[in-house]
């Protein structure tokens, strides 16, 4: 299952740590996954487990706990809002609700061409800037008003064509 390609990948990462931590190179091999993948499913925390000769469980437990994995199909973008306390004393999840209901999905869920994610998040530690979004774990969205997500969704829905 695993390329020689990604192997390489995952060889570079464990070489970082001590021959008896190669577990500690789990978050750098999910994120290889994902990068190659686009999300990690099942299959893919069995063969990291299996690489890092640790138990697939601990794998998964990595996965579930961290919102940067995809555990099913994401859209081209994914919009991680946060949603955690500091973020809703100052509309974070009225943010979130906000970008789902513009979008015509569910929290969660991905519009129908594919284009778009929309997720709720965890601290993104930047509480004073709420509302926050990640977009693609990559690129924080600060102090997002509705005319600020407005103009963030129509330049996503414009790239993703």
């Known amino acids: 299952m695993i390329s020689q390609a990604t192997k390489a990948r995952f060889d570079r990462e464990v070489a970082k740590y001590p021959a008896d931590q190669k577990q500690s190179a789990v978050m750098a091999c999910l994120s290889i996954v994902q990068q190659e993948q686009g999300w990690v499913s099942a299959e893919w925390e069995k063969a990291v487990a299996d690489y890092l000769g640790m138990p697939a469980i601990a794998v998964h437990e990595v996965v579930t706990f961290y919102n940067m994995y995809n555990q099913r199909p994401a ?26 209901t513009r979008l015509g999905v569910e929290l969660g869920g991905t519009t129908p061409d594919g284009a778009i994610t929309v997720q709720e998040s965890e601290c993104l ?12 774990d990559r690129q924080m969205c600060s102090f997002m008003s509705e005319e600020r997500l407005d103009a963030l969704l129509d330049t996503l829905k414009a790239a993703a064509k």
């Open 75 to 100: 859209g081209k973008f994914k919009l991680n809002v946060c949603t955690n306390l500091p973020c809703q004393l100052r509309n974070g999840r009225k943010a979130a609700e906000y970008v789902a």
């Open 125 to 136: 530690g930047a509480c004073a800037d709420a509302p926050v979004l990640l977009v693609n």
